[in-house]
């Protein structure tokens, strides 16, 4: 599909999600809209800027990320603390979130996607993240169903910064904290290629860059229109749970999740009040239109390719789930908004990817 019939398809939606909606939700269809523009345009993927730190030592995916993280955290945290209605992206800090950030970690680069590339890549129409995609809302709703039992294994009450310090001290701690890390991985690649006489690439490329200041801007946004902080899973989980619901397979009534008042209520509404849903539609259609007229490039994979990494993006859902988020909800939204459980998260995912590495490496892609 061309570019033009294509934006008036997602104009004609913004206008009957305006008027038969909300104004709220057809604003943050925009939003989801200029996320995909900027994911896919950019190509800004955090599997990717992981992958090539580890593997080639470039740092300038991370340090994309980095600048990413305290742009949110300028944009983000005054508005918490200036307008007490929104919600920062907190988390418990637990034994699931350990966990389920560690796999996540891991099968995101088997999976070839996180919790945001899966979506722009499906919205481009690479086959991989297409196919994982149905996977991956099943994955988190079955995480969902099971997350009471996780936490069962011991868990802590959420904390956040701009809660327990102020927004200011929490800014501020934030910004040094990114830039500690910064400066660490700037030493280590300088270092690593210096030691082996070459030259290293440098820390700023203007895609990561110009990604990092749309994403930044647009995530702010989401936040100051609905409310709540960007995220990504709790929508695909959502949709599994209302067909399911609907085709007597459970009984929301007996889980602890579902039966949440907030989570019961969305249940017996249409998922387009849902926030992540209408934000994940848009990253698709953004995605879609980067993507229209353009030939769809992507590597034959093997059945046992394929096996694996499905495997690996259902097991991304469900991981996500009891992470408390994915890289946007718990890594780049907690981080951003203050929440210790997304400084939990960050080291608990890298670790993972570096056996995730392993994995692809074992598979040959």
Known sequence: MKRLPLAAMMAAFFAWMMWSVSMRQ??????????????????????????????????????????????????????LGYYPELTAALGPPSVSLLVGAFVFGLCMQVADGCGSGVFYKAGLGIPLNTAILPLFAIGSFLGSWHLGWWLDWGHTDPVGLVTEWGW???????LVALALIGAAVAWYTRSWHRARGGAAPGLFARKWVIGAILIAVF?????????????????PGLWVAKIADAAGVIDPAHN?????????????????????TITNIGILAGALWVGAGKPVSHKPMTGRQWTVALCAGLLLGYSSRLAFGCNIGAMFSGISTGSIHGWIWAPMAFAGTIFGLRIRRRLGY
């Open 26 to 79: 057809a604003l943050l269809f925009l939003v989801g809209i200029g996320l995909g523009v900027a994911l896919a345009g950019q190509r800004f993927g955090f599997t990717t800027a992981w992958r090539i730190l580890v593997q080639d030592k470039n740092p300038s995916g991370v340090i994309g990320q980095l600048i990413a993280f305290g742009l949110a955290a300028i944009f983000c945290m005054p508005l």
């Open 168 to 174: 200011q001290k929490a800014l501020a701690g934030t």
């Open 219 to 235: 995530a702010a946004l989401a936040l100051f229109i609905s409310g709540n902080p960007w995220g990504i899973i709790y929508g």
């Open 256 to 276: 602890w999740f579902w039966s949440l008042p907030d989570n019961a209520a969305i249940l017996q509404q249409t998922v387009l009040l849902d926030v992540t």
